[in-house]
T-cell receptor
């Protein structure tokens, strides 16, 4: 069963705009990760935030984590058409590489 | 470094048959995990192998099994295939250092008819 729920399920924006997607989870975690998946391909790791961190940046990505609310958000700034993909959050509850993935957000960035 | 390689890319099987999928991890990675991705259930963890030993197992029936070889390559097998086994099967490898991310292959698309 999936632990994470992502919101929105789908998001369509114009190139240059910011995209924000949210993830909620149910149990205590060691870390939370975000992955991107282009249609029909494997997932690509984007960023990891540990449970004792509140915010992390990597290039155009900004991730926040609120463990009291069991939620995280991913912000992609200045979106590009190449950012069009599905984005998944995944939680590590201490079970090695047994990650629990969210339902995903489909992002479409239009020119 | 070469990425994670999964073969075959596509498979079509008939109900009741069995299938074996193969995964070659990134060189030096000793952990290999398998995930099933379907439109209805999303991404679900199948199992993880490390140094030829199963470390974790997801909630799948015994028809799903796997193994890892001494060179870290891994295979997963599904016996007595059901229509519901149609899915994208993803393999991922990891360096197993703290906070090491998963590196995924492009998957094997299995269709059961």
């Amino acid at each position: 069963s999936q632990q994470g729920e992502e919101d929105p399920q789908a998001l369509s924006i114009q190139e240059g705009e910011n995209a924000t997607m949210n993830c909620s989870y149910k149990t205590s975690i060691n870390n939370l990760q975000w992955y991107r998946q282009n249609s029909g391909r494997g997932l690509v790791h984007l960023i990891l935030i540990r449970s004792n961190e509140r915010e992390k940046h990597s290039g155009r990505l900004r991730v926040t984590l609120d463990t009291s609310k069991k939620s995280s958000s991913l912000l992609i700034t200045a979106s590009r058409a190449a950012d069009t993909a599905s984005y998944f959050c995944a939680t590590d509850a201490g079970g090695g590489n047994k990650l629990t993935f969210g339902t995903g957000t489909q992002l479409k960035v239009e020119l | 470094k070469a990425g994670v390689t999964q073969t075959p890319r596509y498979l079509i099987k008939t109900r009741g048959q069995q299938v074996t999928l193969s995964c070659s991890p990134i060189s030096g990675h000793r952990s290999v995990s398998w995930y099933q991705q379907t439109p209805g259930q999303g991404l679900q963890f199948l199992f993880e192998y490390f140094s030829e030993t199963q470390r974790n197992k997801g909630n799948f029936p015994g028809r799903f099994s796997g193994r890892q070889f001494s060179n870290s390559r891994s295979e997963m097998n599904v016996s007595t295939l059901e229509l519901g086994d149609s899915a994208l099967y993803l393999c991922a490898s990891s360096a197993m250092n703290r906070d090491s991310p998963l590196h995924f292959g492009n998957g094997t698309r299995l269709t059961v008819t």
